[in-house]
């Protein structure tokens, strides 16, 4: 549990880097062939869910929090192999579709996790009850 956990909260922990690079870098913009606002919009909705994510990945189910990144990693990855495609057809619409797949799908991810299950609480363990009939007679 706490490896996933850890995890929860790397995954995190690099959609705030991604996520600040993208949106205080005009490079971005340009590397990806979209206008700058796009690369601000993306990268500020990719930093608002790391950034939920970080905070709220121990608050939460971690079978929610699993299928979570499991759902929005496999569509950056289907995202990035269209857009992939798409430039390689020559088109420059590969930045946006990757881009705007990144805004959209990270938004949706910082809402379903804030309205995911909570964590079951951490159960203390007890003490055992001493027996106190131990060594009395049976009546």
């Known amino acids: 549990m706490a490896s996933k956990l850890a995890g929860a909260v790397s995954d995190g922990a690099f959609k705030v880097l991604l996520g600040a690079a993208l949106a ?5 913009g340009s590397l ?5 606002w ?8 990719i930093l608002i869910s790391g950034t939920v994510e970080v905070a709220y990945a121990h608050r939460r189910s971690m079978a929610a929090c ?3 990144m499991f759902a929005y990693d496999t569509g950056w990855t289907v995202a ?3 857009a992939l495609g798409v430039a390689w057809l020559g088109s420059t619409a ?11 799908a990270s938004l949706a991810f910082t809402v379903l996790l804030l309205r995911a299950p909570a964590a079951a ?4 363990v007890q003490p ?8 009395e007679p049976a009546p």
């Open 128 to 135: 055992p009850t001493p027996d106190l009939t131990a060594g």
């Open 66 to 68: 699993v299928r979570l």
């Open 32 to 36: 990806f062939g979209v206008p700058a």
């Open 80 to 82: 990035t192999v269209v």
């Open 38 to 45: 796009l690369m601000v919009v993306t990268g500020s909705a």
């Open 94 to 104: 590969g930045g946006e579709i990757w881009a705007g797949y990144q805004a959209v």
């Open 24 to 28: 205080v870098s005009p490079t971005f």
């Open 121 to 124: 609480p951490a159960t203390p």
